[in-house]
Nanobody, 115 residues
């Protein structure tokens, strides 16, 4: 089992920045992929970005250039730096980890961008 705990969400004005963190604990494989999904009200969960254990990143097209995903393997922690935030970035942000062919999810952290 893998546990994921997110932090760093909140309320920010348009153009502001937030940094999300997600710490993994438990039996997480060394070669894993961690990432972030966003779910807006009434919408499906969608990928924001993910990063492999060796640093290969993948971004949803609309987030590239404004968001940066990174990780600290020693701490089993993944980060999402979000800059130039827009109201359409609002949603519940879930941390995810793919470990030993099983996907795990955190509880989510709310990000609200006011106009």
């Amino acid at each position: 089992q893998v546990q994921l705990v997110e932090s760093g969400g909140g309320l920010v004005q348009t153009g502001g920045s937030l940094r999300l963190s997600c710490a993994a604990s438990g039996n997480i494989a060394r070669r894993n992929i961690m990432g972030w999904y966003r779910q807006a009200p009434g919408m499906q969960r969608e990928l924001v970005a993910d990063i492999s254990w060796d640093g290969i990143t993948n971004y949803a097209g609309s987030k590239r250039g404004r968001f940066t995903i990174s990780r600290d393997n020693a701490k089993n922690t993944v980060y999402l730096q979000m800059n130039s935030l827009k109201p359409e970035d609002t949603g519940l942000y879930y941390c995810t980890a793919l470990s030993n062919n099983r996907q795990y999810w955190g509880q989510g952290t709310q990000v609200t961008v006011s106009s």
